[in-house]
């Protein structure tokens, strides 16, 4: 687990806010759920056989005796509040969330034990259509963001009976061949034999290339169903990539399932994830509900973020990375310019301004060099003197050198000024 810093931090909520104006746009509105939930909740939800709830998730009693969890992932506790409010008997509800979550991983690049998703939940969502403007919104809000070299890879996982005849084809096919699985593997055969396919050891890779496909196991339904998604997507030029070993780790997923990765970092890496999950709201205990959503990785997502800048300085990337700037910083010295300064930029923070004040006291050339760290546009140049005579200088640092005096009760001259170069 790490702490988050202001600089870092800058970026996390310049893309939060990219975020947030495309789902406002796309009709989503916010939720908010506990850190905290009923032990229960996760393993109805995601499956008591996933590695999540096996192996990953922080589990304890608390002091009424009662298991609780700290969430490991979004969808059931959005799905637990849309139950619990009566949010479905209101029609189709289009959430969306921001948070931290936790799991006991192995850390490692963009990945950490507490880490943070950006996630969409489409409650009450049926048609191809939905699962399509989903991915949509996912693949818009990537490109929004700057990143490159985006490939979108996709499955259909079928209905609940096609997933139960596919894993009997493919336990049986593999308990043939169980000496050529790796340990991982093996473990999962009798478990949860579809993540199998999601399995990384090169040995059991190449043994899956002569496995059954769940593409095999479809039925007419669900095969025209997923047609249906890959017009959808053509449609909007969206480019993809089918990919029959796509599962999702959680149980809860059916139909549906995408990821979508960049190679900014070089390799392919998975930035956002999600697909259908048409029956887990009925699982928890509410009314059959067919639904839609995905989640994306903060830390990763900002790891292909700042490999994106560097790819591109000029790029909308590098913006969204590129730390804050002041318009202007207020260089002072001496007892009645210090009063003075901290009222200008007062009065210039009220105008909406950013403003960076220099509280020191030293000398006017220590403070100048500040100030051009800071990389503001404007230095503002406050001592006893200019006190004296009412009036402050605007220094140019950024562009062709220009200087002015400003009458210091000038304030909208003063904004004008900072404003307009």
């Given at each position: 687990?790490?702490?988050?810093?202001?600089?870092?931090?800058?970026?996390?909520?310049?893309?939060?806010?990219?975020?947030?104006?495309?789902?406002?746009?796309?009709?989503?509105g916010?939720?908010?759920?506990?850190?905290?939930?009923?032990?229960d909740l996760?393993?109805?939800?995601?499956?008591?056989?996933?590695?999540?709830?096996?192996?990953e998730?922080?589990?304890?009693?608390?002091?009424?005796?009662?298991?609780?969890?700290?969430?490991?992932?979004?969808?059931?506790?959005?799905?637990?509040?849309?139950i619990?409010?009566?949010?479905?008997?209101?029609g189709a509800?289009?959430?969306w969330?921001?948070?931290?979550m936790?799991?006991?991983e192995r850390?490692?690049?963009?990945?950490?034990?507490?880490f943070?998703?950006?996630?969409?939940?489409?409650?009450?969502?049926?048609?191809?259509?939905?699962?399509?403007?989903?991915?949509?919104?996912?693949?818009?809000?990537?490109?929004?963001l700057?990143?490159?070299?985006?490939?979108?890879?996709?499955?259909?996982l079928?209905s609940t009976?096609?997933?139960?005849?596919?894993?009997?084809a493919?336990?049986?096919?593999?308990?043939?061949?169980?000496?050529?699985?790796?340990?991982?593997?093996?473990s999962?055969?009798?478990?949860?034999?579809?993540?199998?396919?999601?399995?990384k050891?090169?040995?059991?890779?190449?043994?899956?290339?002569?496995?059954?496909t769940?593409?095999?196991?479809?039925?007419?339904a669900?095969?025209e169903?997923?047609?249906?998604v890959?017009?959808?997507?053509?449609?909007?030029?969206?480019?993809?990539?089918?990919?029959?070993?796509?599962?999702?780790?959680?149980?809860?997923?059916?139909?549906?399932?995408?990821?979508?990765?960049?190679?900014?970092?070089?390799?392919?890496a998975?930035?956002?994830?999600?697909?259908?999950?048409?029956g887990?709201?009925?699982?928890?205990?509410?009314?059959?509900?067919?639904?839609v959503?995905?989640?994306?990785?903060?830390?990763?997502?900002?790891?292909?973020?700042?490999?994106?800048?560097t790819?591109?300085?000029?790029?909308?990337?590098?913006?969204l990375t590129?730390?804050?700037?002041?318009?202007?910083y207020?260089?002072?010295?001496?007892?009645r310019?210090?009063?003075?300064?901290?009222?200008l930029?007062r009065?210039?923070?009220?105008?909406?301004?950013?403003?960076?004040?220099?509280?020191?006291?030293?000398?006017?050339g220590?403070?100048f060099?500040r100030?051009?760290?800071?990389g503001?546009?404007w230095?503002?140049?406050?001592?006893?003197?200019?006190?004296?005579?009412?009036?402050?200088?605007?220094?140019?640092?950024?562009?062709?050198?220009?200087?002015?005096?400003?009458?210091?009760?000038?304030?909208?001259?003063?904004?004008?000024?900072?404003r307009?170069?």
């Amino acid at each position: 687990m790490v702490d988050l810093l202001p600089a870092a931090l800058q970026r996390w909520q310049a893309v939060e806010a990219v975020a947030r104006g495309h789902f406002q746009r796309s009709g989503f509105g916010e939720i908010r759920t506990p850190l905290l939930e009923s032990t229960d909740l996760f393993c109805r939800g995601i499956g008591e056989a996933t590695d999540v709830v096996g192996k990953e998730m922080y589990s304890f009693l608390d002091r009424g005796e009662r298991s609780c969890t700290l969430r490991p992932e979004g969808t059931a506790s959005v799905v637990r509040a849309a139950i619990q409010h009566g949010l479905l008997s209101q029609g189709a509800q289009k959430l969306w969330y921001a948070g931290p979550m936790f799991r006991y991983e192995r850390p490692q690049a963009g990945r950490q034990r507490q880490f943070h998703q950006i996630g969409v939940e489409w409650l009450g969502a049926e048609s191809p259509r939905s699962d399509v403007e989903v991915i949509a919104l996912a693949w818009d809000l990537l490109q929004g963001l700057g990143i490159g070299g985006l490939q979108l890879e996709l499955n259909s996982l079928g209905s609940t009976d096609d997933r139960q005849a596919y894993r009997d084809a493919l336990v049986a096919w593999l308990e043939v061949r169980v000496d050529a699985l790796d340990d991982d593997s093996r473990s999962r055969l009798s478990s949860n034999p579809l993540r199998i396919l999601d399995s990384k050891h090169p040995s059991t890779q190449a043994l899956l290339e002569e496995a059954p496909t769940l593409a095999d196991a479809l039925s007419p339904a669900s095969r025209e169903r997923f047609e249906r998604v890959q017009s959808g997507l053509s449609a909007l030029g969206i480019p993809y990539r089918l990919n029959p070993r796509l599962v999702r780790g959680l149980d809860y997923y059916s139909h549906t399932a995408f990821e979508i990765t960049s190679d900014q970092l070089g390799a392919q890496a998975t930035v956002c994830g999600g697909g259908r999950y048409d029956g887990l709201v009925g699982q928890l205990g509410g009314p059959a509900t067919p639904a839609v959503g995905w989640a994306l990785g903060m830390e990763r997502l900002l790891l292909v973020l700042e490999a994106a800048a560097t790819a591109d300085p000029q790029g909308v990337a590098a913006r969204l990375t590129a730390g804050a700037v002041p318009a202007a910083y207020v260089v002072n010295r001496g007892e009645r310019a210090a009063i003075a300064a901290l009222g200008l930029a007062r009065d210039l923070r009220r105008a909406e301004l950013a403003i960076d004040l220099d509280s020191s006291g030293a000398a006017f050339g220590k403070q100048f060099k500040r100030a051009d760290r800071c990389g503001a546009r404007w230095a503002l140049i406050l001592g006893d003197d200019e006190v004296d005579q009412g009036i402050v200088r605007l220094k140019r640092l950024q562009g062709e050198p220009k200087e002015q005096s400003v009458a210091l009760t000038a304030i909208s001259a003063i904004v004008d000024t900072l404003r307009s170069s």
